[in-house]
């Protein structure tokens, strides 16, 4: 295999030798040169090995061969979940916290009881409930009476309006107070029956994890505070802050490959699904969301810190493996075959340029 110096390959990218470990192969008679000897610039240049070591140290000979190079946007982000996956309960009505079981981790499915809440304002909603309801049967059956007297023509246009309106309006009001018991999750069935509860239940609207508990036995909580978050991460992926002047290189369905600084060198794959429209603030960056590749249960986190690159293209060029290269002094260089000789391999160092040319 032959390489001329410096641009002769492309890229560096399977020669596997280990330069201090051949420079010690060298001949003793190699150091009796003298300094700045035509000798001793070649033994510098030349290195030789045993067949024996060759093979014993797992040494390798490749050649230049074509390769597909991709070219990467590098990029940073965190780790989400979309909107819908996130959920902060609060209660409709005010009340006091009698019983909250759940701590911060715990998982959850939808439907299952997380808190209830303790108010006199729960028994009075229910009484005006039924107090409503009795009111309706009677104003229902006088404006079917009004209406009977009124075409008939013994009862006049006035009353029968005003039997109407009041009825009308207590069966708005009866619809309202029924709704209210419902989204408090009070059975008006149980409420018919006379079973007036104090206390009401709030149950987990999606399936996920506690993230945040906020409230403690016996605190009172008003509609607008939150009483604990639920997050599910069951559709966990990528939020990316690419650069203006890398952006109208990114194009949905790209490969991203990322990895999280903390937790190892791992890499995993995902993929662009959405590119952002605006440039953000002083950042100057647009928001590219990812999804993974895969749906398996990584341990990830929402809020996690990730390093990211995303393939914006690729090309095929000529070059080799980047472990051929033996970096020495900021330079670096090319093991290459010259000749064979009594089982002793002769090796060439040849200084290249890594990278595209």
Not at 44 to 54: A, N, P, R
Not at 85 to 99: C, D, H, T
Request: some cysteine; glycine content about 6%.
């Amino acid at each position: 295999m032959t390489v001329h110096p410096v641009n002769a390959i492309r890229y560096i990218c399977l020669l596997v030798c280990l330069l201090s470990a051949c420079n010690n192969q060298q001949p003793a008679a190699e150091n009796n040169s003298k300094p700045g000897s035509d000798s001793t610039q070649r033994a510098q240049k030349e290195i030789m090995v045993s067949k024996k070591q060759f093979t014993s140290s797992g040494m390798k000979l490749g050649k230049l061969s074509e390769h597909v190079f991709p070219q990467m946007v590098k990029v940073s982000g965190v780790l989400d979940v979309p909107p819908q996956a996130k959920n902060r309960v609060s209660a409709l009505m005010g009340g006091y916290i009698k019983s909250i079981p759940l701590l911060e981790g715990n998982q959850v499915k939808k439907g299952q009881f997380l808190v209830s809440l303790e108010n006199t304002e729960y028994v009075q909603l229910q009484q005006d409930y039924l107090e409503a309801k009795e009111q309706l049967s009677y104003l229902k059956s006088e404006y079917a009476r009004q209406k009977t007297l009124a075409q008939e023509n013994i009862s006049s246009q006035k009353s029968f309006l005003k039997a109407e309106s009041d009825y009308r309006t207590m069966l708005a009001r009866y619809e309202g107070l029924l709704k209210k018991l419902r989204m408090l999750n009070l059975s008006p069935e149980q409420v018919n029956k006379g079973n007036i509860a104090s206390t009401v239940s709030i149950y987990a609207p999606i399936s996920g994890y506690i993230t945040g508990v906020y409230v403690s036995r016996g605190m009172y909580v008003a509609p607008h505070d939150v009483i604990l978050e639920i997050i599910n991460t069951d559709h966990i992926h990528l939020e990316l802050a690419v650069f203006e002047k890398d952006v109208m290189k990114v194009k949905e369905g790209q490969d991203i490959t990322f990895r999280i600084p903390d937790s190892g060198s791992t890499s995993y794959e995902a993929s662009v699904h959405l590119v952002g429209k605006a440039v953000e603030g002083n950042s100057r960056t647009v928001s590219v969301h990812g999804h993974l590749k895969d749906e398996e249960n990584h341990g990830f986190v929402p809020g996690m810190y990730l390093e990211a690159q995303i393939v914006v293209a690729s090309h095929k060029a000529t070059g080799i493996p980047g472990t051929a290269v033996v970096t020495e002094t900021d330079n670096s260089y090319l093991l290459v075959k010259q000749a064979e000789k009594n089982d002793t391999l002769h090796f060439k160092k040849v200084q290249v340029a890594v990278g595209a040319v």
